[in-house]
């Protein structure tokens, strides 16, 4: 039985990933599904650096699929990525996963389950008394020691779901470690771009300069004008969250562009070690003069046209 094609294009933030994409999927009669947790909401377009694809050929999916006050799980992208996956292929075309939200990505090349985990009541409780005890920080930092890309997405001031998390990891048996049982259900190629870092550390924030100019502030005002609280998964995403804080008057416009760049700097540092951790990712250098032809040998040898 043949397996389903299926090309990753991972990588840190600002690399040009979206770019590389868009060109494979032209020579290669590709359709391309993001996988950015933040670029399926509508509306936060500036801050994600969503590419405007309206004058492409190429077909785009998972943009603009949810209102940022909805929620949207990795179960949820798990279940449509899969189902567009197998489209694609059955249209015989290439489906491209392009973005670089590991636990987005994982949840495609590893066997990864959402639902039914264990409620531990006795740990639950013990954790409830802990967070009592020394204070919910505590708590959040144990999280991050032990699952950075959970803490991640949590709010530090949201006990229960650090609870839940740290719940989740205690009952992940090492036989079952969510994060390393690879599925082998496709014929997959996996490229993670990278580059000379200072390239792109100044990359990163010359786009969060340019994300400013492009009007970042009116598109996060836009966002909260109606709200009363900003207790969204979406409004935590980098660039909002600060502009959120300067609109509150909690700090100035420089202090708010300083803070964007060193968040997305240390977050693309995270996304590199993330993707690390998969052996089978094939590593191209943006800075070698044939980086591109090495893409295109990998290509032809595992997507023999």
Request: glycine share 4%; charged share 35%; with cysteine.
């Given at each position: 039985?043949?397996?389903?094609?299926?090309?990753?294009?991972?990588g840190?933030?600002?690399?040009?990933?979206s770019?590389?994409?868009?060109?494979?999927?032209?020579?290669?009669?590709?359709?391309?599904?993001?996988?950015d947790?933040m670029?399926?909401?509508?509306?936060?377009d500036?801050g994600?650096?969503?590419?405007?694809?309206?004058?492409?050929?190429?077909?785009?999916?998972m943009?603009?699929?949810?209102?940022?006050?909805?929620?949207?799980?990795?179960?949820?992208?798990?279940?449509?990525?899969?189902?567009?996956?197998?489209?694609?292929?059955n249209r015989?075309?290439?489906?491209i996963?392009?973005?670089?939200t590991?636990?987005?990505?994982?949840?495609?090349?590893y066997?990864?389950?959402?639902?039914?985990?264990?409620?531990?009541?006795e740990?639950?409780?013990e954790?409830?008394?802990?967070?009592?005890?020394?204070?919910?920080?505590?708590?959040y930092?144990?999280l991050?020691?032990?699952d950075?890309?959970?803490?991640?997405?949590?709010?530090?001031?949201?006990k229960n779901r650090i609870?839940?998390?740290?719940?989740?990891n205690?009952t992940?048996t090492?036989?079952?470690?969510r994060?390393?049982?690879?599925?082998?259900?496709?014929?997959?190629?996996?490229?993670?771009?990278?580059?000379?870092?200072?390239?792109?550390?100044?990359?990163?924030n010359?786009?969060?300069?340019?994300?400013?100019?492009?009007?970042?502030?009116?598109?996060t005002?836009?966002l909260?004008?109606?709200?009363?609280?900003?207790?969204?998964?979406?409004?935590?995403a980098i660039?909002y969250k600060?502009?959120?804080?300067?609109?509150?008057?909690e700090?100035?416009?420089?202090e708010c562009?300083?803070?964007?760049?060193?968040?997305?700097?240390?977050?693309?540092?995270?996304?590199?070690?993330w993707?690390?951790?998969?052996?089978?990712?094939?590593w191209?250098?943006?800075?070698c003069?044939n980086?591109?032809?090495?893409?295109?040998?990998?290509?032809?040898e595992?997507?023999?046209?």
């Amino acid at each position: 039985m043949n397996k389903d094609n299926l090309l990753i294009i991972a990588g840190p933030t600002g690399v040009g990933k979206s770019e590389l994409s868009i060109e494979l999927a032209e020579k290669y009669n590709g359709e391309i599904i993001s996988a950015d947790s933040m670029q399926i909401y509508k509306k936060m377009d500036i801050g994600t650096a969503k590419v405007d694809y309206s004058n492409s050929n190429i077909k785009h999916h998972m943009l603009d699929i949810v209102d940022f006050n909805e929620n949207f799980s990795v179960s949820d992208f798990q279940k449509k990525a899969k189902s567009l996956i197998k489209d694609i292929n059955n249209r015989g075309k290439l489906p491209i996963v392009v973005g670089g939200t590991g636990l987005y990505i994982n949840s495609l090349c590893y066997n990864l389950t959402f639902q039914n985990q264990a409620k531990d009541v006795e740990y639950r409780k013990e954790l409830e008394d802990t967070a009592a005890d020394k204070g919910l920080d505590y708590l959040y930092k144990k999280l991050e020691k032990i699952d950075p890309a959970s803490a991640k997405k949590i709010d530090p001031n949201n006990k229960n779901r650090i609870i839940r998390a740290l719940e989740i990891n205690k009952t992940s048996t090492k036989e079952n470690n969510r994060l390393r049982e690879e599925n082998n259900d496709y014929n997959l190629l996996y490229i993670c771009l990278y580059m000379d870092r200072k390239k792109l550390y100044d990359k990163i924030n010359n786009r969060v300069d340019k994300m400013i100019e492009l009007g970042l502030i009116d598109e996060t005002k836009d966002l909260i004008k109606d709200l009363d609280d900003y207790n969204f998964n979406s409004l935590k995403a980098i660039g909002y969250k600060e502009v959120i804080s300067y609109l509150n008057s909690e700090i100035s416009l420089d202090e708010c562009i300083d803070l964007i760049k060193r968040n997305s700097r240390r977050y693309a540092k995270r996304q590199l070690t993330w993707f690390r951790r998969d052996e089978r990712v094939i590593w191209i250098n943006k800075d070698c003069d044939n980086w591109k032809e090495d893409i295109e040998n990998l290509m032809g040898e595992k997507f023999k046209k």
